[in-house]
Structure formats: C-alpha cells, structure tokens
C-alpha cells in the first residue's frame, strides 16, 4: 500500500468520475500521487469506485456534485478550503451527449447540454480556480464534435465548441498562476456514447475505432502536471487522427 505524505496531499478534482473517460483520469491521478476528489451524480457508482480504487492504497474520495448547480459548487469549495487540501487541478468532465438530428432537436435538450457541458465547466473555474493558492491546472474535455461538423451531434458540438472558446478565455484571465487547457478526445467508449448510431463517427478516422477511457487519461495527467507548465490555452485533439482527414 502506498503511503501518502504530505506533497502527495495535492488535490485535483475530478468531474463526471463516477465511470467512463472520468474514472479513468481519477484513477490515473491517483496513481501518480494526487489526492483526488471524484465527483458525480451517480452516488452509487461513485462510491463504489472510489471505494475499489482505496483498496488498492491511494487517496481518493467521492463528493456528489450536480455541475449546474452554482451551490453545489460553493459547497464543494467551501469543504476544500475548510481542510488541508492543496487544490492545485480541476478536470471538468462531465458532460451529456443526446445524438439528434436539428429538426429532431428540443429546445429543452439544447439547453441541457449548455448548462453541463459548458454552464458547468464555467462554475467549476469560477468556484475551484481561487483556491489554487501557489500554481495549478484546469483542464476541460470538449470533443472533436467541436471541430468537425457531423450530422446528429448540433446540440452536443455547439456546447463543446462553446467550451473550447471559454478556455481560452480563462487561460488569459487565469494566468500566470493556473494553466487552463482544452483536451478534443474522438469517439471513445464509454455509456454516455450509449445514445449515438454504433461506432459514432470512429469509422471515419484512420484508427477506425473508439478509444479506450484510459488512452485519454494520460494527456489529461500531463496537462495538470507540471510537466506542461508551459502550456496554456492550447486545444488537444486526441482522435485516432479523425480530425487529421
């Protein structure tokens, strides 16, 4: 079992966590000596994960967290502050994807992927941001959907595209103290994909398949590491080279 010391104590936070593309990151974070806080609505799911992943001797602890609610936020930096939480990372993650075409499309669907896709990431950097005392590290996870136009994905490429404008914007205001940066995964295998047509648009890459959750996550620990403490307001595309055709 790894013993945590006090650098270890570093805090990242981790949205969406509970499975797919945000338990990996945690899981990731975690191993290379993070304390990360998972966060999710899936309480159940969450739990148990978390759970899973301190058998194995590292520091990870689950909170619930509706990343549109502007008190949720508050409260979870509040309880930060109040311990001896050095919160130097954010991974904004969650995220909703509902495949429809524009016609097909609710208004109430469209703003549901504003408010967690883009609303939420906002809430995170405005509540988590401060707290980052020394130096730290945003990263939010837009898609390729933001980058390409593909026939389905309106409500969901527009929310993405949104938050690729907003990090860029953050990294100015942020700087120098935190890095905000902007990860475009493709097609990747997880259950929000659930309601995409099978393969979504990962037939059309180079790679022709999704990835797997965890062949993200290492761009995501570079990004808060201080390995890329020269990287800032930049946009990653991790695509099995969709974007490359």
Known sequence: MNTITAVQRRTVVVTGAARGQGAAHAALLARTGYRVVMTDVLDEIGEQYAATVRTRGYDVDYRRLDVTDEADWARLASSLAATDAAVCGLVNNAGILRYGLISD??????????????????????ALAPLMTTTGSIVNVSSTAALVGSAGYAAYAASKAALIALTKVAAVE?????????????????????????????????????????????????????????????TFTIDGGLTAV
């Open 105 to 126: 499309t609710s208004v109430q669907t469209w703003t549901l992927h504003e408010r967690v896709n883009t609303l939420g990431p906002f809430l995170g950097i405005r």
């Open 174 to 234: 942020c700087a120098p103290r935190v890095r905000v940066n902007v990860v475009c995964p493709g097609g990747v295998a997880t259950p929000m994909n659930d309601d995409e047509p099978a393969g979504g648009t990962s037939s059309d890459a180079p790679l022709a398949r999704r990835a797997r959750p965890e062949e993200i996550s290492p761009l995501i620990q570079y990004l808060i590491s201080e390995a890329s403490s020269f990287v800032t307001g930049s």
